[in-house]
């Protein structure tokens, strides 16, 4: 289905020289620019004009080159990076919806998303409804002519949910509603525009800047799309403001060119953990084995090369246990309690209490989100065989096995 296409060798082409020839672009330390006569600013205030600037919270130079080689892995025509990932999440969404519109939300998305949809956009007179988006049934009777968006994550936090977007993209586009999904879980290894989504948030915190010293975002969509949301009288990004700096633009640029390996690693060391915590016997929630309900869809969907992933969940019964055993895994240094995710060090939580503790405990319990459920983002371990001794231990020791 999608297996021609390779999102690292889209940016390996990817070359942008700073000003003396240095292999890596000068970094904008500027947050206006000049102008040789007024006549041309009168211009760039009436429209974009292809490396000419204004003023750094509309566009600067850094930001679009990291926009632009997001875009080309996303296989989107453009992009935008934003200061985290819920700006890119919340202007995209408040870019297409006003007052009356109505969204129709995976009820399996990350926990900033969730409130946003649920507590905030209320006030603006956005209606949200959470559905289970694996139904697709369900998800077309809830569509209407007040209906703007279908959100979902390709792949959901915390229980590794996989989405049939060319199902939902098929659905959303023959009822004229936009499909906006979450790829942060999954960079290179998904490419979810090319699936049939019109609009991919990324937070790049996570896997793509993948050293946990920052917070940003990116929206990646069509050119028209990226102009709507910079437009300097109408856009979301223009008068919100959630700029990102030019100088962690210039970091995460860096840090892109070795997401491939990188995703690569996490995926091998993701099924690695995944498959030998089954074989103790343990509920693990991951979509590279081949009893994930939707372990089929994924394969179908994705890139070659980039694997599965490396975010997986393993349900050890109870918080008590799930508290236990993570208190032990840090001492042994498996990694650290931590939210977030995507780092090169293993990085742990128990998800029905902290990340995705802004949903109702009802609701956790209907997606099958139990207080013994413990999120893994593992990380970039040379020794993986060792670290899974070390995880058995701990989990001895707790009473889990
Ligand atoms: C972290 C995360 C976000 C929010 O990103 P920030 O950079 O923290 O604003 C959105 N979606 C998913 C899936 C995430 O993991």
Not at 61 to 80: C, H, I, V
Request: aromatic share 8%.
């Amino acid at each position: 289905m999608n297996t021609k296409f390779d999102p690292s060798n889209a940016i390996q082409d990817f070359l942008v020289f700073g000003e003396f020839g240095d292999v890596n672009p000068s970094i904008t330390d500027s947050s206006t620019f000049t102008f040789l006569s007024p006549e041309r600013m009168e211009e760039l205030f009436e429209h974009e004009i292809e490396g000419c600037f204004l003023y750094s919270r509309h566009w600067n130079p850094t930001n679009k080159f990291l926009s632009d080689a997001l875009a080309r892995m996303e296989g989107s025509e453009a992009a935008q990076a934003k200061a985290s990932g819920m700006a890119a999440i919340s202007s995209a969404i408040i870019q297409i919806c006003g007052n009356g519109d109505e969204i129709i939300s995976s009820r399996t998305v990350y926990g900033g998303t969730y409130a946003l949809f649920k507590n905030f956009l209320p006030r603006f007179g956005i209606k949200v409804h959470f559905v289970d988006v694996q139904n697709i049934d369900a998800v077309s009777e809830l569509i209407n002519e007040r209906t703007k968006v279908v959100y979902c994550e390709s792949i959901s936090n915390p229980l590794l949910d996989v989405s049939d977007i060319p199902a939902l993209s098929g659905l959303c586009r023959s009822r004229g509603v936009k499909l906006v999904v979450d790829n942060t879980f999954s960079p290179m290894m998904l490419s979810p525009i090319r699936l049939g989504a019109d609009v991919v948030v990324h937070s790049l915190t996570k896997y793509i800047n993948g050293t946990s010293d920052c917070v940003a975002g990116a929206v990646c969509a069509s050119s028209d799309f990226i102009h709507q949301l910079t437009d300097i009288n109408s856009g979301a990004s223009m008068l919100f403001g959630a700029v990102l700096d030019s100088t962690r633009a210039a970091s995460i640029l860096k840090n892109l060119h070795s997401l491939h390996l990188r995703m690569r690693q996490h995926s091998q060391n993701g099924m690695f953990i995944a498959e030998n915590l089954q074989k103790l016997g343990l509920r693990v929630y991951y979509p590279g084995l081949p009893d994930h309900p939707q372990h089929k869809l994924l394969t179908e969907m994705m890139n070659e090369g980039y694997g599965y992933g490396g975010m997986l969940a393993v349900d050890v019964g109870d918080s008590a246990r799930a508290n236990q055993l993570m208190t032990r895994m840090q001492e042994e240094k498996v990694g650290y309690l931590a939210v977030s995710l995507g780092y090169f060090k293993t990085l742990f939580s128990a998800p029905g209490h902290s990340t995705s503790s802004e949903i109702p405990e009802d609701e956790r319990k209907a997606m099958g989100l139990s207080d013994g459920l413990v999120r893994f983002s593992v990380g970039l371990d040379n020794d993986i065989g060792l670290s899974f001794e070390r995880i058995k231990l701990c989990l001895s020791e707790s009473g889990v096995i």
